[in-house]
């Protein structure tokens, strides 16, 4: 990031945060005027300093607003819930990458696991049917420019997400209700958060469009998400002092007709792994 903001700019970005405007709607005036997206939220969010009105959430992206802007791309907001911050978004990733994403998973899918709420060891159960793989964060140029791209959308730093994570589901194929934090009182959590911390947030993209079922539902705010190509639904579940809710409780209803992929990105407090 080059670019320099002005003084002016600086100026322009405190009225508006005083004025009660959020990122979204600040970001988006910026972008229009040329500037760097990156550059736009940085500067918001030293500005967000003590004797600016406090966020509530941990991202204020998803309160209001049509769009969000990012370097490459457009996203449009489809829906938002409040509390939990939930979203679902569109054209978080183009029809090509979704299926350039397949292709490279495809060939290095390995049945998925849960942690083991005791030992904290990875274990497959019944409950989480679906085969998956990883993206090191940053693992080539693709990569990179996905989740920089996820990064800017969700409003949180690349260096603390975990790598991408895609997963297929065939016919059958689900993901019981659970939540995406580790539950604080699990002993089996404990080894999980000396790296990064809590999770945060969780933004599923969907890569496919599933012919019937996948999908994605949260019981206790009686809300089903239906997989399309290219869409995301976005939650958060940890504040800033690391309470977690349980409203978040989530899963993949089974595949009913065709397959699902989706690609997941989790979020952490801080830097996560060797990022
Ligand atoms: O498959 C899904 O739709 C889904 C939804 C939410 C998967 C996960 N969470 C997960 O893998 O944690
Ligand atoms: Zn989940």
Not at 57 to 70: A, D, E, K, P, V
Not at 77 to 101: F, G, H, I, Q, Y
Not at 111 to 139: H, K, M, Q
Not at 160 to 189: M, R
Request: proline share 6%; charged share 20%; net charge negative.
């Amino acid at each position: 990031m080059t670019q320099q903001l002005s003084s002016e700019w600086r100026g322009w970005i405190s009225e508006n945060i005083a004025r009660g405007c959020t990122d979204s709607s600040i970001v988006a005036s910026m972008v229009h005027a040329g500037i760097d997206p990156a550059l736009a939220r940085a500067a918001i969010v030293t500005l967000r300093l003590p004797g600016h009105p406090p966020l509530d959430n941990l991202s204020s992206q998803f309160h209001t607003g049509n769009s969000i802007w990012t370097q490459d791309h457009q996203v449009q907001v489809v829906m938002r819930v409040s509390k939990p911050c939930v979203a679902v978004l569109n054209n978080v990733l183009t029809p090509e990458e979704c299926d350039e994403l397949i292709r490279l998973s495809r060939i290095k899918l390995k049945r998925s696991t849960i942690v083991d709420p005791l030992s904290g060891e990875y274990r497959v159960i019944e409950d989480r049917s679906s085969s998956g793989t990883f993206f090191a964060v940053n693992e080539n140029d693709f990569i990179s420019r996905l989740d920089r791209r996820i990064s800017e959308v969700v409003n949180w730093p690349a260096e603390n997400g975990e790598g991408l994570q895609i997963l297929n589901y065939q016919i059958g194929g689900e993901y019981k209700a659970h939540f995406d934090y580790f539950p604080p009182d699990d002993p089996g959590s404990q080894p999980h958060l000396n790296n990064g911390g809590q999770r945060v947030s969780t933004l599923v993209v969907y890569l496919n469009d599933v012919n019937d079922g996948g999908e994605t539902v949260f019981p206790r705010i009686n809300l089903s998400v239906c997989p399309r190509k290219g869409s995301a639904v976005y939650f958060e579940y940890c504040n800033a002092t690391g309470e977690v809710d349980p409203m978040t409780l989530h899963g993949g209803a089974p595949v009913r007709a065709g397959e699902k992929w989706i690609a997941t990105k989790w979020m952490r407090q801080s830097r996560y792994g060797s990022n």
